[in-house]
């Protein structure tokens, strides 16, 4: 079935530091990619999505590309704040009219001052 | 404009007892997903409604569970006799279409937090 694997956490940066988080994804099809945030006490909000290969989603700073021939849709922001302090999840979706989305474990990213 | 509501936000039941969890989704959206996440995990896929019809629940993990969603707006998440193994948080989301896709991306609800005693 599918699957989403996600680098653990807590990943803890400074202020203005690059941030990557890694997300590998087994499926069959072409998956839409998802990056799911969730602020604390917050609901899940989306990020940011991509459809098909190469295409990159991008939304508040942060980036992600579609890698087809890694299965990989790894986030990256290029200088993070104190106020991107989250829960980040992965996500796919696969194909038909009764697509579900399958989720990582979630990273947590703590950025202090 | 008015997102996915769920209410209780915080319900603590006793094992054995039953509890119904509510959601209203966004107004006019096809589709409601319920997900269950526990603690430091991601959202595990419950149960999926396209309207009033309830096209997959291959991921209610027991017969305790149960979702309706009769006139195809709220729904309700039921789950009977109550164990501790069922502590976690519930989540409920919508989209505009079928399904979860790059265009009908999911709008979720806060949750509500079972706690099982």
């Known amino acids: 079935g599918d699957s989403v694997t996600q680098m653990e956490g807590p990943v803890t940066l400074s202020e203005e530091a690059f941030l990557t988080i890694n997300c590998t994804y087994t499926?069959?099809?072409?998956?839409?990619l998802f990056w799911y945030v969730q602020y604390p006490g917050e609901g899940l909000q989306l990020l940011l999505k991509?459809?098909?290969?190469?295409d990159k989603g991008s939304n508040k700073g942060f980036e992600a590309t579609y890698r087809k021939e890694t299965t990989s849709f790894h986030l990256e922001k290029g200088s993070v704040q104190v106020s991107d302090s989250a829960v980040y999840f992965c996500a796919l979706s696969n194909t038909g009219t009764a697509s579900k989305l399958t989720f990582g474990t979630g990273t947590r990213l703590q950025v202090t001052l | 404009g008015a997102g996915v509501s769920q209410s209780p936000r915080y319900k603590v039941a006793k094992r054995g007892q039953d509890v119904a969890l509510r959601c209203d989704p966004i107004s006019g959206h096809v589709s409601l997903f319920w997900y269950q996440q526990a603690l430091g995990q991601g959202p595990e896929f419950l149960t999926y409604f396209q309207n009033e019809a309830q096209l997959d629940k291959s991921g209610l993990p027991s017969d305790r569970f149960f979702a309706e969603r009769p006139e195809g707006s709220v729904s309700t998440l039921k789950i009977q006799r109550t164990q501790q193994e069922d502590s976690a948080v519930y989540l409920c989301?919508?989209?505009?279409?079928?399904?979860?896709?790059?265009?009908?991306?999911?709008?979720f609800g806060n949750g509500t937090r079972l706690t099982v005693t």
């Open positions: 989301a919508s989209s505009p279409s079928t399904g979860a896709s790059y265009n009908s991306p999911l709008h």
């Open positions: 991509a459809t098909k290969a190469d």
């Open positions: 499926a069959t099809g072409y998956p839409s």
